[in-house]
């Protein structure tokens, strides 16, 4: 937990503590040691629009990064994510953020985004 950046700048109050939010991303790296990478939407009013990035999502209430996972995977790319493994955990000032990776070779022809 941390304090707020307003308790922070004001001692006298009676700090309020929040929790970071969570995310998680996978990297599918296949036989030709080659990743799997998604372009963002274009869309100016989401975090890196039209970037290059890996697959993920956040963390909801009452789950696990894996359970998160799993379960990001089954509904961006409709795959049933088993076999994978953590590689890092990563804090950053806004949220923690777990990454993943397996190694896989996706048929990205009958990948549904």
Excluded at 38 to 57: A, E, V
Excluded at 86 to 102: A, H, Q
Aim: glycine fraction near 4%.
């Amino acid at each position: 937990m941390k304090l707020c950046a307003f308790c922070t700048n004001f001692p006298e109050l009676t700090p309020v503590f929040y929790m970071k939010r969570k995310g998680t991303s996978i990297i599918f790296v296949n036989d030709q040691k080659q990743v799997l990478l998604l372009l963002r939407d274009d869309k100016p009013d989401i975090p890196y629009p039209n970037m290059w990035d890996i697959p993920g999502g956040h963390v909801e209430d009452g789950e696990t990064p894996e359970q998160c996972i799993v379960r990001e995977m089954k509904e961006e790319m409709d795959l049933n994510l088993e076999g994978f493994q953590l590689l890092s955990v990563m804090e950053f000032t806004d949220r923690v953020e777990y990454t993943f990776w397996k190694k896989a070779n996706l048929d990205i022809q009958s990948i549904n985004l």
